[in-house]
């Protein structure tokens, strides 16, 4: 059986391991894997289905450009260029304004946007026995693990 833990990069997690080993976990038993950091990823204007950052820059420009296609169509049929080139030109100029503030909107929250604390930085894995799952949960939870889990039963 597996117990996984996550803990903050500290002495609290060298003495966890050398408590685990004071228990008779072989060092063997023992992985403590560091996580890595991601690289900042750059902000992308069309979205795929197998890559996408949360951010959509078309949804504003397409909802702004067909409020202005429908008010210049309805203008246009004042002006001299009619409404069909007025819809046209609507449409161009609220998609603009939409991607404009679309951009700035996601500009600002990008500079606004620190790195989040996040809460692990070493995930530790620990092979046992059944009988050693609950002392390894116990000195992995006095030792302030963030997080622990089992896999396989016992």
């Known amino acids: 059986m597996y117990i996984v833990a996550t803990f903050r990069h500290s002495s609290e997690l060298e003495l966890a391991i050398c408590e685990l080993e004071r228990q008779g976990i072989l060092a063997a038993a023992i992985a403590a894997v560091p996580l890595m950091e991601n690289a900042p990823q750059e902000m992308r204007v069309f979205d795929t289905i197998r890559h ?57 929250r990008r500079k606004k946007r620190r790195r989040r604390e996040h809460g692990a930085d070493v995930v530790v894995i620990v092979e046992c026995s059944p009988d050693q799952a609950s002392d390894v949960r116990h000195i992995m939870e006095r030792w302030l693990a963030i997080g622990i889990g089992q896999l396989g039963s016992g």
């Open 52 to 108: 996408s950052d949360g951010i959509s820059m078309l949804d504003s420009p397409a909802v702004i450009g067909t409020i202005g296609s429908v008010l210049g169509a309805s203008l246009g049929f004042r002006w001299a260029i009619g409404p069909i080139i007025g819809g046209l030109l609507g449409l161009g100029a609220g998609a603009a304004l939409g991607f404009v503030l679309d951009w700035l909107i996601n500009f600002k």
